[in-house]
């Protein structure tokens, strides 16, 4: 049984049909693409990742005994590529364990970031966190599952991520179980 379609109707079911088509590349927009990792935190334009946190023990008996929180941290810049930005690391990472501040050491000297070329000469760098414990106290609750809640700070952008000691080792988390 054959049915007849008039020239008005086919132009109308094919502009409804293109439509549709063009709406499916939509709905992938609507999932969670830009799910982060646990490690992983955006502030602004700076896509943040910590990994290879240790405990780093250092100094000598004449200028005190010093321990340090120590990680690689990667930022990415995702900004467009005309943009080129410059921000000092000092004050960029601050945290505390206990209500108690460990003093950042490093990183030190200026953050430059551009996705000019590709992002290839400053798209991406990975630098050495370091983090001093000021006190035996703040140390030990570290070391025994007490959070270190890292504050992360770049162009005015604020984000929190959290150092723990979980499944005996040291990671980072952008959210407490």
């Known amino acids: ?24 590349g939509l709905l992938g927009g609507c999932s969670d693409g830009d799910t982060l990792a646990p490690n992983e935190v955006r502030v602004g334009q700076y896509l943040i990742s910590i990994h290879d ?8 008996e ?3 005994l010093k321990s340090s929180l120590k990680a690689k941290v990667t930022l990415k810049f995702e900004g467009s590529a005309n943009e ?3 921000t000092g690391y000092a004050g960029m990472f601050k945290a505390s364990v206990d209500g108690e501040q460990l003093e950042t050491v490093a990183p030190v000297g200026w953050l430059v970031a551009s996705n000019f070329m590709g992002g290839v000469p ?4 990975t630098v050495d966190l370091e983090m001093r414990f000021k006190t035996e106290e703040a140390l030990k609750a570290y070391e025994s599952g007490t959070p270190a809640e890292l504050t992360i700070k770049i162009s005015g952008n604020t984000a929190t991520m959290y150092l723990v000691k979980q499944n005996g080792k040291y990671v980072a988390l952008r959210e407490l179980a």
């Open 1 to 24: 049984m054959a049915m007849k379609m008039g020239r008005r109707a086919f132009l109308k079911t094919s502009a409804a049909m293109a439509v549709a088509v063009s709406m499916t």
């Open 53 to 60: 946190l240790t405990i780093g023990y250092g100094g000598d």
């Open 62 to 64: 004449s200028i005190g």
């Open 84 to 86: 080129f930005q410059t």
């Open 122 to 125: 400053f798209g991406k760098t």
